[in-house]
């Protein structure tokens, strides 16, 4: 904490001494729809916001891009595509929500989201609320939510080709093609991108393979990910238009085992197709009252082959579907200072799992989930004080027919409400400072699979409690000519939590428990010059397991986050060129709950370069060149599951 308290004494000093500052200007705009637009500027907490140019001509997915966030943490098994779970502030991967155009991507099975198979080839911007959620969610995540919003009607009559290869086989292109008629518009987007992760660590004891030297290649960590989506719009009138986006993803990665055998086969295929129908209407009463109405509609197919029987315990062929049904209406009234907001979400999931391996019936579930929300915001008339209230309710029917190993089946059926609120306040003062707080009460529903289980791997507790969060944060922020400064404090109490206890045969059962999760963030940069600005975050972090039923783990650290994070770069931009050399550094990351194992501090050193064209014709390239781990540090996300080493990825963007 010594380095949290010169960091802190630090940040005013740096605040002081700048000369060169300019007042703070509060710019108010009107939305285009109040109702379905998510506004960070409405927030009255830290907002992180990523715009595209951060994220475009590069070999990224959502977890490479969030990873140099304040107080964003991602862990991945090793390679482009492989697994990746985010934490906001301590949070586990099921406690951070993923919202694409306000459809879920959590599902209701294991509740988390994979990162590291997200692309952002048609993702416009990107939002991070580490704490409340933005008021026209009707679910709010104990962890936050990240918002992606895909590309708009602002980027028609483009043609975009992109081309990219670098370290292990990776290849990477992309098209895309947008156009307009009269108040018709639409793009079509196809990516694709591929990589052998055949990347070389060394074959120490815990990875040993007799079959090997001092190093060896990671073996089927092969990875192959085609991505297609489209918009398709139509502005009906002034005040209404209508939209329908499509998104399909189909991937193919290899299963790497601990010990790379050879032999190993074993595969995760899965394929997605996302739509969405979406209406606003924001002349109702005269303008005062705006709507946003989405029928979504998603079906997930997945199939895990463990045939060889190399990976885990015993030999599988698993297959699983999960198909959604759904409505999420919002109304936002705009009554001067003052902003009323109603949200109802309706989803029914359908969940099916059968492996071709087993003479068991194969599984099935379904969940009928409805969550409501009334917020209301407020900002004073010297635009100095902002406000906002949210209540939310949610309902959950759960029905689960699970086969038994004796050839019968066990039915179950529930029902639970759950209420949460949230409260935020802001202020400006002294011109460009402002001081931010806010508490809440939030709740995450167990899974399917903590309730009912999983084949071979997770026995099921029907007797789950859903976790519940007390959350407080207080953070102040100055803007100004030279960049900004922001420090914030959180704490997050979790009664009762939900973790994963393990037997002697690896398989494992959800049980309930109780943490505490305290810390501090700052998030600063400063502009140098107008072509170079340094930019730096850390995050340090405290946790506790309150749970005294089991000894060993009781008031020990919480596994599977690093509880010191630091980040600092510099950017260079001198037309045509641009440069970025950034440092990462993360430690106190623990992998099993009784802090026996202790991962190794993870050290990366990464750069960029870009040099962008302008041509007669008005047509625009960009080449970006891209070095990934420079000091080719060894790390360990998680336990005996490497990072790739040193690498580079050359990018090529044109467009017409």
């Keep these: ?349 359908d969940y099916r799992q059968n492996d071709k391996l087993s003479s068991d019936l194969p599984d099935e579930r379904g969940r009928l989930q409805i969550a409501s929300a009334l917020s209301h915001q407020w900002l004073s008339s010297n635009n100095r004080w902002r406000s906002q209230v949210s209540l939310r309710q949610y309902r959950i029917d759960d029905d689960s027919d699970e086969a038994l190993g004796n050839g019968t089946v066990t039915q179950t059926s529930s029902t639970n409400r759950y209420n949460s609120w949230q409260l935020g306040l802001s202020h400006y003062f002294a011109g460009n400072w402002e001081v931010s707080g806010a508490l809440s009460r939030q709740v995450r529903v167990p899974t399917l699979q903590e309730l009912y289980g999983q084949q071979g791997l997770f026995v099921g507790n029907p007797d789950l409690e859903a976790e519940e969060s007390k959350n407080y944060e207080i953070t102040l922020r100055t803007d100004r000519g030279w960049g900004h400064a922001e420090l914030t404090g959180f704490y997050r109490e979790l009664d009762p939590a939900v973790a994963a206890i ?21 998030d600063a940069l400063w502009r140098i010059y107008h072509w170079w600005e340094l930019y730096g975050n850390v995050t340090l972090q405290e946790s506790e397991n309150t749970d005294d039923s089991v000894r060993d783990r009781f008031e020990q650290r919480l596994p599977g986050i690093y509880h010191e994070s630091f980040v600092a770069g510099s950017r260079w931009h001198i037309r045509p060129l641009r440069f970025d050399v950034s440092y990462n550094y993360d430690d106190k990351l623990y992998y099993d709950a009784a802090n026996r194992l202790m991962a190794d501090p993870r050290t990366l050193v990464n750069a960029s370069a870009s040099w962008t064209k302008i041509w007669p014709n008005r047509s625009e390239s960009e080449i970006t060149l891209e070095l990934q781990n420079i000091t080719d540090e060894i790390y360990q996300d998680f336990s005996r599951f490497p990072g790739p080493g040193r690498s580079w990825f050359v990018n090529v963007k044109h467009i017409f």
């Design 1 to 349: 904490m010594r380095r949290f308290y010169c960091l802190l004494f630090l940040l005013p000093l740096a605040a002081a001494n700048a000369d060169d500052a300019a007042p703070f200007i509060i710019v108010e705009s009107a939305p285009a729809n109040a109702a379905s637009t998510i506004d960070p500027s409405k927030a009255t907490g830290p907002v992180r916001v990523i715009p595209r140019s951060e994220y475009e001509n590069r070999t990224a997915n959502l977890a490479d891009v969030l990873s140099n966030q304040t107080g964003v943490q991602i862990r991945q098994s090793g390679g482009l595509g492989s697994y990746s779970s985010v934490s906001i502030r301590g949070s586990t991967a099921r406690q951070v929500q993923v919202v694409v155009d306000g459809m879920l991507l959590n599902d209701p099975v294991t509740g988390g989201v994979d990162m590291g198979k997200l692309g952002l080839h048609d993702i416009s911007r990107i939002q991070v609320y580490p704490g409340g959620a933005p008021a026209q969610f009707a679910q709010a995540g104990i962890g936050g939510v990240v918002v992606m919003e895909t590309l708009g009607k602002d980027i028609e009559d483009t043609t975009r080709i992109n081309l990219g290869a670098g370290s292990f086989d990776t290849y990477k292109m992309g098209l895309f093609n947008s156009g307009s008629h009269e108040d018709f518009y639409y793009w079509v987007s196809l990516d694709r991108q591929s990589s052998n992760n055949d990347f070389e660590y060394p074959n120490s004891r815990e990875w040993f393979n007799p079959n090997d030297g001092a190093t060896t290649k990671r073996r089927n960590a092969d990875y192959e990910q085609d991505a297609v989506s489209t918009k398709l719009g139509w502005e009906i009138n002034n005040t209404s238009k209508l939209d329908a986006l499509i998104q399909y993803n189909d991937n193919e990665q290899g299963v790497p085992s601990i010990q790379n055998w050879q032999n190993n086969k074993a595969f995760l295929a899965n394929d997605t197709l996302r739509t969405q129908l979406h209406y606003q209407q924001q002349g109702w009463m005269d303008g005062q009252a705006h709507s946003s109405h989405r029928v979504i509609w998603s079906d997930a197919n997945e199939r895990y082959n463990n045939r060889t029987g190399l990976v885990g315990l015993g030999t599988t062929d698993v297959y699983t579907r999960t198909k959604q049904l759904g409505m999420a209406n919002t109304v936002t009234w705009l009554l001067g200072n003052h902003t009323l907001s109603a949200a109802i979400d309706v989803a029914k999931y």
């Design 502 to 522: 393990y037997d002697a045969r690896g398989v494992g059962r959800y049980t309930n428990l109780s943490a505490e999760i305290y810390g501090a963030e700052i």
